[in-house]
């Protein structure tokens, strides 16, 4: 069978080059207010236009199932003025790399890095200005020819029009020419949003048909002349090391070359927590992957545990947890406006209650793998990775070879989630190739990627409130304990309490933790959600009146943390008032029905979702249908949007429900899908209804923000149904399903 | 002695030597398929679903002595050979399920399984037939890319 990684590169690189033309759109210091980035002063992204006028176009941003590879370029071709239907989409864009004096590596032309739900955030005025510029040069070539005013000539779907004689030219027939006019920036403008007619609809994966019909377009799929097959046996616990094996078994499998022993490599957290980023192990190298993978079984290797990792259990961990907010020792304080004591003093009613979640994986569904040929001066790296520079970063750290000779070839990812953030399946790859001089591929196993997770950190939070008379919230104290991490303390209900005080413990732990689909959201709103629903029941108030209430006055406040500049009272009451209406809240229920609300601002967008479940005499959930409504501004695909609040809002009752990782002995002991339960299609719910909002504000990401009101509205529906409140995830440990 | 059977149609032959391996590794990395997926290695999630004499299976955890003289068909052989795709593939593309698309070929070839024994499943039966696992969670989406495929395939055969 033919191989497939060279073949796509040479593809790209003729697709990119032959026949047609490249567009390269430098863009004069153009950079996003607010930004935080460090993003380049200009860009450009491979528009190739054809002769026949068809057109290839490249996503600055690869995809991980947050649809960036068909969101990217709608802006752009939009903009341009581009036919949607004779476009085709190149499978990669290579990273273009550039240095920063101080050497720090980052991106030449656009933002290629995907997480924090900021890839629409960061290249939509980029991808516009590029998409308008690049049209204005197809008006400029076609004013030229015809001799004409440019300032008579209009664009449509890949034609430059004349409309007083009706005289039409191809973009394909002007592109030779556009590409050398300059344009300068006055003169490029934006459409204004009802001029759209890309952005705005409906819009399909572009790689669709690949997926369904099985195309190798994952990391994972990718092949390289002349790689080894690696397998690495790594430790199953933190910091453990190897003590036996049984090289010599491993060695005897027909097609195994050698073996290498791999060290530990440590880092540490910002809290000074060591931080293991590369385990302990050896790497099995074989002519083929089936060799690698029996010679890894055949070392049967046994292990020397870390004695520093002995008392690092996630059990253990969680009872300091609640030791510690339990109690009164001093935390470190993070937000005090108002007076809490006071208000507590005065307080009609005081409620207060713990709130709890484990650590959560990320079991992304395609295993970590890496290519990588270190060569003397420059190398190729290829993988899916959320964040391209970071790639070649490590090659040169670990190698020394200039970050700008890595050619770095990103591929689609099977889920990242935040741990595509991470390094370590980069480091291994790059140090056996660079140990070897030969190119090397990795794979790792479900087992490999769930051990050495860096989960989603683990929290107990108390939450005291108070009422006054009229049911009003008086004062809010959220109190937490967590393995790093802080709290999404700049989220509501801030700005909505007069009197609210946040604080934290910081606690030393090994447990490894990293980002996990909106860092600390879920987990935040899990707290403040169910704290409020359990307010309005005291109040002997409708949970959904009572958040109308806690909503007013509808206002923008300025937002301190990060992903945002404000927040808007007004625009998640709308997302409340939204989901609860296609869910008729307040209709009457079957018995043992009950309706959950919660809704929660993420990175600039904002998500309200409603859940219908039942719970039957014998303690047996079930989850009906959800409704959710989301405010992510101007909604670009609507199709993507839905699609992300159904998954997204789906992974958030997984975490609900199922997503607990059990350490003992810095080792996590349930370790792949039997002992992880994960949400499958019996427990999901069988239909989510979704509204957008539709406003004009700039649009905002939506991979993260149905994920975090999951948790809570599920947990309030349960409460509902059956008078149980649930406060501690996973909550399958409290009730069937 | 070889073991022989039939891959998307097209007879192959693996050495008595490989005899272990699981069915996954050998379409994978012999045949060169890279449409089954590796997700668990268990038989946990579904993501290496391939069909055995039409049936569903999970090429993780069967040999490839285990399919000796059976049919194998992958996501790769379910189109027809005029290249026109299986009603559950077309299903898939009208609703545009996909989110990441790992575990999606192992889905189409979960589905097109259950529909060619069970043509027009019932919501339960969905639920106690799809059993694949998808991280990204696009369950809605497939219930009813099933749901049309059902109705595509009454369609066809009326
Ligand atoms: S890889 Fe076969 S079931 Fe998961
Ligand atoms: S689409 Fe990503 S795992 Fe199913």
Redesign the pocket.
């Known amino acids: 069978m033919a191989s497939t990684g060279l073949d796509r590169r040479q593809f790209l690189k003729s697709s990119a080059l032959a026949g047609g033309m490249l567009l390269s759109i430098n863009l004069p210091m153009f950079r996003i207010a607010n930004a935080n980035t460090k993003a380049s002063s200009d860009w450009c992204i491979y528009v190739e236009i054809k002769p026949d006028n068809s057109v290839v176009m490249a996503s600055p941003v690869m995809d991980m199932?947050q649809h960036m590879k068909t969101t990217g370029p709608m802006m752009l071709a939009d903009e341009m003025d581009l036919d949607w239907d004779k476009i085709s989409f190149a499978e990669h864009c290579p990273a273009y790399l550039n240095k920063s004096e101080e050497g720090e590596i980052g991106y030449q032309y656009s933002d290629m890095g995907t997480g924090g739900s900021h890839a629409v955030r960061r290249n939509w005025d980029y991808m516009r200005t590029a998409g308008a510029t690049a049209r204005q040069m197809m008006i400029d070539q076609a004013a030229e020819l015809w001799r004409v005013n440019p300032e008579s000539l209009s664009t449509k779907a890949s034609y430059v029009v004349h409309s007083a004689t009706g005289k039409k030219l191809s973009y394909g027939y002007l592109a030779k020419g556009a590409a050398t006019k300059k344009v300068d920036k006055s003169r490029i403008k934006l459409k204004q949003t009802k001029d759209y007619v890309i952005m705005g609809r409906d819009t399909y994966t572009v790689d669709l048909e690949q997926i369904v019909t099985g195309k190798p377009l994952f990391g994972i799929d990718a092949e390289y002349p002349g790689a080894l097959q690696v397998m690495i046996l790594r430790a199953p616990a933190q910091g453990a090391s190897v003590d036996k094996a049984n090289k010599e078994a491993a060695l005897a499998i027909p097609g195994v070359i050698k073996l290498m022993d791999i060290e530990a490599q440590n880092e540490e957290y910002w809290t000074k927590d060591e931080k293991q980023i590369v385990s302990a192990g050896i790497a099995v190298v074989a002519e083929s992957l089936w060799a690698a993978m029996q010679g890894k079984r055949a070392l049967s290797a046994s292990w020397k545990p870390s004695k520093a990792h002995q008392d690092q259990s996630s059990e253990h961990q969680q009872a300091k947890f609640r030791h510690l907010v339990a109690g009164d020792f001093e935390a470190k304080v993070r937000k005090n406006d108002g007076d809490v004591q006071a208000a507590f003093s005065q307080a009609n009613r005081l409620i207060d209650e713990t709130y709890e979640t484990p650590l959560f994986a990320h079991a992304c569904?395609e295993p970590f793998n890496c290519i990588a040929d270190i060569r003397e001066k420059d190398a190729t790296i290829i993988v899916g990775h959320q964040f391209p520079h970071m790639v070649a970063e490590e090659v040169e750290k670990n190698t020394g070879i200039d970050a700008l000779s890595v050619e770095v070839i990103s591929q689609r990812m099977?889920?990242g989630f935040g741990r595509r953030f991470e390094r370590d399946f980069l480091r291994e790859a790059i140090y056996l190739s660079h140990t070897l001089k030969q190119p090397v591929k990795i794979t790792w196993t479900r087992e490999d990627e769930i051990e050495r997770d860096f989960f989603a950190p683990a929290y107990v939070m108390r939450v005291k409130a108070s009422l006054d008379e009229n049911n009003k919230v008086t004062g809010w104290h959220h109190r937490q304990a967590q393995t790093r991490g802080g709290a999404r303390d700049d989220c509501f209900p801030a700005k909505l309490v007069k009197n609210y005080k946040t604080e934290h413990f910081e606690y030393p732990s090994k447990i490894p933790t990293g980002p996990w689909r909106g860092p600390a959201h879920l987990q935040w709103t899990f707290a403040v959600e169910s704290m409020t629903d359990e307010l309005a029941y005291q109040a002997n108030e409708d949970p959904l009146a009572f958040r109308f209430k806690l909503m007013q006055p509808h206002q923008a406040h300025d937002y301190e943390g990060w992903g945002a500049e404000s927040i808007d009272s007004g625009r998640m009451a709308k997302c409340y008032e939204s989901a609860a209406k296609m869910a008729k809240w307040g209709r009457k229920l079957s018995k043992n029905h009950g309706l959950g609300i919660a809704g929660h601002f993420t990175f600039g967008s904002y998500a309200a979702f409603v859940i219908e479940v039942s719970v039957s005499e014998q303690n047996e959930l079930t989850l009906l249908d959800a409704w959710g409504a989301i405010d992510c501004g101007f909604a670009i695909n609507p199709n993507h949007i839905r699609n992300q609040m159904e998954?997204g809002f789906i992974d958030g009752l997984n975490a609900a429900l199922f997503n607990k990782v059990t350490v003992e002995k810095g080792q996590a002991v349930n370790n792949n899908f039997h002992t992880l339960r994960w949400m499958k299609m019996k427990e999901s719910p069988n239909n989510i209804q979704v509204d957008i909002i539709q406003n004009n504000f700039p649009p905002t990401g939506v991979g993260e923000p149905p994920t975090a009101p999951a948790a809570a509205a599920l947990a309030n529906a349960i409460y509902a149904a059956s008078g149980q409140r649930i406060r501690q995830l996973p909550l399958s440990d409290s009730i069937r399903i | 002695m070889s073991i022989e059977f039939k891959l998307n149609g097209q007879s192959v032959r693996v050495k008595a030597s490989e005899k272990d391996m699981p069915l996954l590794w050998f379409i994978r990395e012999n045949a060169g398929l890279k449409g089954t997926k590796f997700g668990c290695g268990i038989g946990q999630c579904g993501a290496c679903t391939v069909h055995m004499n039409g049936e569903a299976v999970r090429s993780c955890s069967i040999t490839v002595a285990q399919v000796k003289d059976t049919n194998i068909r992958t996501i790769e052989g379910l189109a027809k050979q005029s290249g026109e795709l299986h009603p559950v593939q077309q299903a898939w593309m009208q609703v545009d399920v996909?989110?990441?698309?790992?575990?999606?070929a192992g889905?189409i070839m979960a589905a097109s399984a259950m529909l060619s024994k069970n043509p027009s499943p019932s919501d339960k039966d969905i639920d106690s037939q799809m059993t694949n696992?998808?991280?990204?969670g696009?369950y809605v989406r497939i219930r009813q890319a099933i749901k049309i495929a059902a109705d595509n395939l009454a369609k066809e055969v009326v």
């Open positions: 199932g569904m099977g889920g998954g | 996909p989110q990441c698309g790992y575990c999606q889905q696992i998808c991280r990204c696009t």
